[in-house]
């Protein structure tokens, strides 16, 4: 029994310890990502699902339309899995002050935190995800980097009880 617990402590240690990596440790770099400039209007996403070996097991295209208030920004996405699955959520995601934000949505537990330093945009929610029938809560580590005015790249880490069981890698270009 102590070698079980053992592994599955070392196991979950080195799972949060993987990326440490913080927002504010791109504070000084450029360009800036302001998520809801850049979101606001038509933008295009392709993307693959790994499971936790690293396999791409789904792909998808999407289109993202978001409308800022001056408060709020509304985010309507459509995916297109390669599967033939259509998925659609709507953000509404809320400016608390130049760095920090919070978003809801429908599939979304709670309320998202968001924190946003030079080009980079981390997200940190969770999802209810559809398997099998049932919906099981994975916690996304959601990271999007902005290359320039209109190409980001996002890379998400999904996990369920702090082992990851999936990533994400996501293109956008702003049209």
């Given at each position: 029994?102590k ?13 949060c310890s993987?990326?440490n ?5 791109f ?29 791409v ?5 999407a ?5 800022w208030?001056?408060?709020q920004?509304?985010?309507?996405e459509?995916?297109i899995w ?6 659609t959520?709507?953000?509404?995601i ?16 709670g309320k998202?935190k ?8 981390k ?9 099998k ?17 209109r190409?980001?790249?996002?890379r ?10 999936a990533?994400?890698t ?6």
């Amino acid at each position: 029994m102590k070698i079980v617990l053992s592994l599955v402590l070392t196991i979950l240690l080195t799972n949060c310890s993987e990326n440490n990596m913080k927002p504010i440790d791109f504070k000084d770099q450029k360009p800036r990502l302001i998520i809801e400039e850049y979101l606001s209007g038509n933008v295009k996403a392709w993307g693959i699902l790994q499971n936790r070996s690293g396999k791409v097991t789904r792909q998808f295209s999407a289109d993202l339309n978001g409308k800022w208030d001056g408060k709020q920004l509304v985010l309507d996405e459509k995916f297109i899995w390669n599967d033939g699955e259509i998925q659609t959520r709507q953000w509404k995601i809320d400016k608390i002050d130049e760095h920090n934000y919070e978003g809801t949505a429908g599939d979304v537990v709670g309320k998202a935190k968001g924190y946003s330093y030079g080009p980079a945009f981390k997200f940190e929610y969770v999802l209810l995800v559809p398997v099998k029938g049932k919906e099981m809560k994975i916690t996304f580590d959601d990271w999007i980097f902005m290359q320039d005015e209109r190409v980001a790249i996002n890379r998400a880490t999904m996990t369920k009880f702090g082992i990851k069981v999936a990533e994400l890698t996501v293109m956008f270009v702003k049209d």
